[in-house]
């Protein structure tokens, strides 16, 4: 088998889909791995790293030629991926919604696209989560971020000078994502409180260390739909939610915010009037700026200042951890292809469960269900 790495042409995307201790794992597997020139740059890989592990570097064109698998991060341009074999993987974040231009080209090429964002929630693949791995580290780069913006400090500090008390962190749903963002203000000296509308997560807020944040007594209250998902909630409980919203967040320093609803625009969580209830010098950092945002008026890489209150949100926050984040997702990648290698046959071959999952397109149509329900 022939893998092919490519080199990021998102602009903003410093990510790469192999590092070199993936390059070697894949080549004790019995692949060969191609790696295109200068992949790795952005994320402090040089080609002379990847080539000591065993990758052959070289142009696109001569990368991706007679290849059985593709690689990325983000879905490669179909155009780059005429000369592969017949049926070729092509294996990254596709996308899926938002790219289904590209995704029809996949299929017409007659390529096999594996969207790794719809890999199921099941015990076995949790390796193989990019979601969480990419989650994780996007939810710790938010408080870092708001905490570079906080013309304060985080920890309560005892000086000779006086005391300077703890800022209050508060953290809008508690995912993969919210529940690094509570972790790492913790650790930070934060005094932090954060909510959810599935009322599995009380639990795992106070285990951290943190508040609760909790509507009670309305109807709907459990908020959890497939795969361990938020669902959309009724209008009673958004409004009870809203409510109690804006009363604790007029006392919050920085409030981190990571609702989000697969398939679905981020649900919206702060108005522009509850921002006007904030003190000056607050911080709101949008996690879900990429999906459109769970404050009014964010801006996606920009830092936008409403009432006196600071408000970020990147477009892409695992990128702005490109070491890291590379790191865990070529080794997702790793774990995917690995678990399903076929000695005998020397490729991997997918089972049904997951194979059904993560295939959008296979012998020149979509197939993917969610697609095409969707
Ligand atoms: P996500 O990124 O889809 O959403 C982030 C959080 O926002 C979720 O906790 C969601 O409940 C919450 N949310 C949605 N609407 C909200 C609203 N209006 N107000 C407040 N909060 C709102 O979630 P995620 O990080 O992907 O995690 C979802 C669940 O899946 C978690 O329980 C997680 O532990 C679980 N999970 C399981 C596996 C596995 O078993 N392989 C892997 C990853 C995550």
């Not at 009724?234 to 409030?255: F, G, P, T, W």
Request: charged content about 20%; hydrophobic content about 45%; proline content about 4%.
């Amino acid at each position: 088998q022939r893998i092919a790495v490519l080199k990021e042409r998102a602009s903003g995307e410093t990510r790469v889909s192999a590092t070199p201790e993936t390059v070697r794992k894949l080549t004790a597997l019995g692949a060969s791995v191609a790696v295109e020139s200068g992949a790795g740059n952005a994320a402090s890989i040089s080609d002379e790293d990847y080539r000591a592990a065993g990758a052959e570097m070289g142009p696109a064109d001569v990368v991706v030629s007679g290849a059985h698998i593709v690689l990325g991060v983000q879905g490669p341009d179909p155009a780059l991926l005429g000369t592969t074999v017949p049926g070729a993987w092509v294996v990254g974040i596709l996308d899926p919604f938002g790219q289904r231009e590209r995704v029809h080209a996949y299929a017409s090429a007659g390529l096999e696209a594996l969207a790794m964002e719809f890999m199921p929630r099941i015990t076995r693949a949790q390796s193989m989560d990019v979601l969480s791995s990419q989650s994780n580290l996007a939810g710790y780069k938010a408080v870092i971020a708001a905490a570079d913006l906080y013309g304060r400090a985080f920890p309560m500090m005892m000086t000779a000078a006086g005391t300077i008390s703890a800022a209050k962190c508060f953290v809008m749903g508690v995912g993969v994502a919210g529940l690094q963002a509570i972790a790492t203000a913790r650790r930070l000296g934060a005094q932090v409180s954060a909510t959810d509308v599935r009322s599995a997560t009380r639990e795992q807020i106070l285990s951290l260390g943190a508040k609760p944040i909790f509507v009670e007594n309305v109807e709907g209250i459990e908020g959890e739909g497939s795969g361990g998902y938020a669902s959309e909630m009724s209008e009673e409980y958004q409004k009870a939610q809203a409510e109690l919203v804006s009363a604790h967040i007029a006392k919050q320093d920085i409030v981190i915010t990571t609702a989000l609803i697969p398939g679905l625009a981020a649900p919206r969580l702060i108005t522009d009037a509850q921002i006007a209830t904030m003190k000056a010098g607050s911080v709101i950092f949008d996690l879900a700026a990429p999906q459109g945002g769970n404050v009014e008026g964010t801006v996606p890489d920009e830092v936008v200042e409403r009432h006196g209150v600071k408000i970020i949100g990147f477009s892409n926050t695992p990128a702005h951890l490109a070491a890291d984040a590379s790191a865990l997702y070529a080794r997702n990648l790793f774990n995917f292809l690995s678990a399903f290698w076929d000695k005998d046959q020397g490729k991997p071959v997918l089972d049904e469960e997951i194979g059904d999952a993560v295939r959008l397109t296979q012998g020149g149509k979509i197939v993917s269900e969610r697609l095409q329900r969707a």
